[in-house]
């Protein structure tokens, strides 16, 4: 019997369940899809949990119906301007044994690394081993069966506000999903969409969503650096609405539809139907216009992207360049604005080695629920989360039993 996995990207904008089917024939065979608008988040993080439980609810359903599967379970994304990440070292005497460094002495030394200091308030959500050092030797990626008696560790550790993990699990398990792992939706968008080379030489992957933009800096094959700002696509949606006097759902169709970042390249001649505030039926509006709100925005977006890279140290190591992902990304004239505005090779990111019900989440909007199948793929090899205990899903999970009745 095939082995299932399930993913939620929970989104400022949408909220999107993939059902998926390991295969040894074709590996992920994708047999559910389940997209719905959100309701009740904003910037990532839940502010109506009955607005929220309900749309991760539908967004469940609707995967149900298409892939005959019941969710029981599922990996979660998580993202939002609370997420706070540090590079730290875990250091560890070996002990002495035929048969070299084991397992568990890189788990002492991942434990070691994620022993920081952290506010009661926040949660350790991941520590990512960079590098290890054997006895001073440098750039060891596994250390297992490898002899010394000094094992060190550099790892990038990524926390969260304690708040809004607990708010979303809340929501998952009352629309009746177990919460398996929460993962920052930038790691999930990079095993979906970055390649080896790419990751390897040095790599940004930027994740423009809706209330969000994600940033994961990749170099040496692993992730150095992640940031999350609290801007996304409806920043670009709310000034369109301004700027041509629309109602912001339709700003958002109209952005979606005849959108475009690069004012220069649209026609003056070109225009498009919406019916503004006051109006009695649709006006041809101006394309050139839009595109002009939309370029001023996206380059103040792209504009912090680059200051949050140039203050990670890591803006000189990255010869791969940009690899965009985010319904933002889809706009035409993203590539060449983001490239003029960071100065490095950009490509926009579509999920890459999916087979089944692909037509729906091929597009970079969908980076973050493709790789959530993956990370559930391989979530049997990834060390155990640090600190000896239990894992972060079990303690949420203990922790909703207690709070909820029955």
Same mark, same amino acid.
């Given at each position: 019997?095939?082995?299932?996995?399930?993913?939620?990207?929970?989104?400022?904008?949408?909220?999107?369940?993939?059902?998926?089917?390991?295969?040894?024939?074709?590996?992920?065979?994708?047999?559910?899809?389940?997209?719905?608008?959100?309701?009740?988040?904003?910037?990532?993080?839940?502010?109506?949990?009955? $607005?929220?439980?309900?749309?991760?609810?539908?967004?469940?359903?609707?995967?149900?119906?298409?892939?005959?599967?019941?969710?029981?379970?599922?990996?979660?994304?998580?993202?939002?301007?609370?997420?706070?990440?540090?590079?730290?070292?875990?250091?560890?005497?070996?002990?002495?044994?035929?048969?070299?460094?084991?397992?568990?002495?890189?788990?002492?030394?991942?434990?070691?690394?994620?022993?920081?200091?952290?506010?009661?308030?926040?949660?350790?959500?991941?520590?990512?081993?960079?590098?290890?050092?054997?006895?001073?030797?440098?750039?060891?990626?596994?250390?297992?069966?490898?002899?010394?008696?000094?094992?060190?560790?550099?790892?990038?550790?990524?926390?969260?506000?304690?708040?809004?993990?607990?708010?979303?699990?809340?929501?998952?398990?009352?629309?009746?999903?177990?919460?398996?792992?929460?993962?920052?939706?930038?790691?999930?968008?990079?095993?979906?969409?970055?390649?080896?080379?790419?990751?390897?030489?040095?790599?940004?992957?930027?994740?423009?969503?809706?209330?969000?933009?994600?940033?994961?800096?990749?170099?040496?094959?692993?992730?150095?650096?992640?940031?999350?700002?609290?801007?996304?696509?409806?920043?670009?949606?709310?000034?369109?609405?301004?700027?041509?006097?629309?109602?912001?759902?339709?700003?958002?169709?109209?952005?979606?539809?005849?959108?475009?970042?690069?004012?220069?390249?649209?026609?003056?001649?070109?225009?498009?139907?919406?019916?503004?505030?006051?109006?009695?039926?649709?006006?041809?509006?101006?394309?050139?216009?839009?595109?002009?709100?939309?370029?001023?925005?996206?380059?103040?977006?792209? $504009?912090?992207?680059?200051?949050?890279?140039?203050?990670?140290?890591?803006?000189?190591?990255?010869?791969?360049?940009?690899?965009?992902?985010?319904?933002?990304?889809?706009?035409?004239?993203?590539?060449?604005?983001?490239? $003029?505005?960071?100065?490095?090779?950009?490509?926009?990111?579509?999920?890459?080695?999916?087979?089944?019900?692909?037509?729906?989440?091929?597009?970079?909007?969908?980076?973050?629920?493709?790789?959530?199948?993956?990370?559930?793929?391989?979530?049997?090899?990834?060390?155990?989360?640090?600190?000896?205990?239990?894992?972060?899903?079990?303690?949420?999970?203990?922790?909703?039993?207690?709070?909820?009745?029955?």
């Amino acid at each position: 019997m095939e082995q299932t996995v399930v993913g939620i990207d929970v989104g400022s904008s949408k909220i999107c369940t993939l059902v998926g089917e390991i295969r040894e024939d074709v590996g992920l065979r994708i047999i559910g899809v389940g997209i719905v608008p959100s309701r009740g988040l904003r910037k990532g993080s839940v502010v109506n949990l009955t $607005e929220a439980t309900a749309a991760i609810a539908a967004s469940v359903q609707e995967a149900e119906r298409s892939s005959g599967y019941r969710i029981e379970r599922a990996y979660v994304s998580l993202s939002g301007p609370h997420i706070a990440s540090l590079n730290s070292r875990g250091v560890i005497a070996v002990p002495r044994r035929e048969e070299g460094i084991a397992v568990e002495d890189v788990d002492r030394a991942l434990d070691a690394a994620g022993a920081v200091a952290i506010p009661y308030n926040r949660e350790l959500l991941h520590v990512i081993p960079r590098h290890y050092i054997v006895d001073g030797q440098e750039g060891v990626r596994d250390p297992v069966g490898m002899h010394g008696f000094r094992l060190e560790v550099e790892a990038h550790v990524i926390t969260a506000s304690s708040m809004a993990i607990q708010n979303l699990v809340k929501c998952v398990a009352a629309a009746g999903v177990e919460v398996d792992e929460m993962v920052l939706g930038p790691l999930a968008a990079g095993d979906a969409v970055l390649t080896e080379n790419e990751r390897e030489v040095g790599v940004v992957l930027v994740d423009i969503g809706g209330g969000t933009t994600d940033i994961a800096i990749f170099i040496d094959g692993t992730v150095w650096h992640t940031a999350s700002l609290g801007i996304g696509g409806e920043y670009i949606t709310n000034d369109i609405a301004i700027g041509l006097r629309l109602p912001t759902e339709v700003a958002e169709q109209v952005k979606v539809r005849y959108g475009h970042a690069r004012p220069a390249q649209v026609g003056q001649d070109e225009r498009f139907p919406a019916e503004p505030f006051g109006e009695s039926g649709p006006q041809m509006l101006p394309r050139w216009k839009m595109a002009e709100i939309i370029e001023a925005r996206a380059a103040e977006i792209l $504009e912090m992207v680059q200051t949050d890279i140039k203050r990670s140290g890591y803006d000189g190591l990255l010869p791969a360049g940009v690899v965009l992902c985010g319904g933002v990304a889809q706009l035409p004239g993203m590539p060449e604005l983001a490239r $003029e505005v960071l100065g490095l090779p950009v490509r926009v990111g579509r999920p890459q080695g999916l087979v089944g019900l692909v037509d729906r989440i091929s597009g970079p909007a969908f980076a973050v629920a493709a790789g959530l199948m993956g990370w559930g793929m391989t979530a049997d090899v990834r060390r155990p989360l640090p600190r000896g205990g239990p894992s972060l899903g079990k303690r949420l999970r203990e922790w909703l039993r207690a709070l909820l009745p029955g």
